[in-house]
């Protein structure tokens, strides 16, 4: 290669970096605004509920049906209910809360495959960053329930148990529904995390596995009967740090 032709190739790849890092810092204005927007149209939902599921689970399966009487009875004992805002066990938490007395919320995603909106909703957010949508469904939840699901929704599940284990956020009941199905990762949670020592054994208290709607809505109300749904100072502190 002559050295007319490696000035002209180096000249182009440093016009591309240039170019990809005023995109780049761009782009950071874009997830800025992704956060104000949301926090400003969410912050005064309290106290939330935030449900996950898998987006595969069709209209007809147990778990669907499931989801939908939890939600229900979560916006009927005053919870605004806040899924990802798609299909399958999203649409069954959106459902039960849609006719329920408390707000439906969906926090979408956009995403290639799978993800549309659902239509029981009475506010939609549409998140293009998944690290901003994880973030308000922390930020919002006095509890997480979890229903069977795929990475997405382990996803959230171990995130959620990192957080309350480290402190990053505020502890809150974190419940696993369908104990089936939860069956075996707790299981290896407690003979390989628990037995290496790679978490502490009371970090599994950090989990509740319930299987009955009513009993979940309990469990919530249980936790919280002694020092109300409202974060501390200190909590809110830890909030802003999340």
Known sequence: ???????????????????WSARESWRVFGIMAEFVEATERLNSIRPAVSIFGSAR???????????????????????????????GIMEAANKGAYFGESP??????QLPHEQRRNIYQDVS?????FFARKY?????ATAYIVLPGGFGTLDELFEALTLVQTGKTRKMPIILVCSDFWGGILDWLR????????????????????????????????????????????????????
Not at 74 to 84: C, K, P, Q, T
Not at 125 to 129: A, E, I, L, M
């Open 191 to 242: 003979q390989v995390l628990v037995a290496e020592a790679m978490i502490a054994p009371e970090d599994m208290d950090l989990i509740q596995v319930i299987d009955e709607p009513g009993e979940i809505v309990d469990a919530i109300f249980k936790y919280y009967e002694t020092r109300g749904f409202e974060s501390s100072a200190a909590e809110r502190e830890v909030q802003l740090n999340l």
């Open 1 to 19: 290669m002559s050295t007319q032709d490696k000035l002209a190739r180096t000249m182009t790849y440093e016009f591309q970096e240039k170019t």
């Open 104 to 109: 439906s919320i969906g926090l979408n995603i």
């Open 136 to 140: 308000m469904f922390v930020k919002l």
């Open 125 to 129: 957010q549409t998140f293009r960053h």
């Open 57 to 87: 689970t069709l209209p007809d399966h147990p778990t669907y049906k499931l989801t939908e009487q939890i939600a229900r009875r979560l916006s009927d004992a005053g919870f605004a209910v806040i899924s990802g805002g798609g299909p």
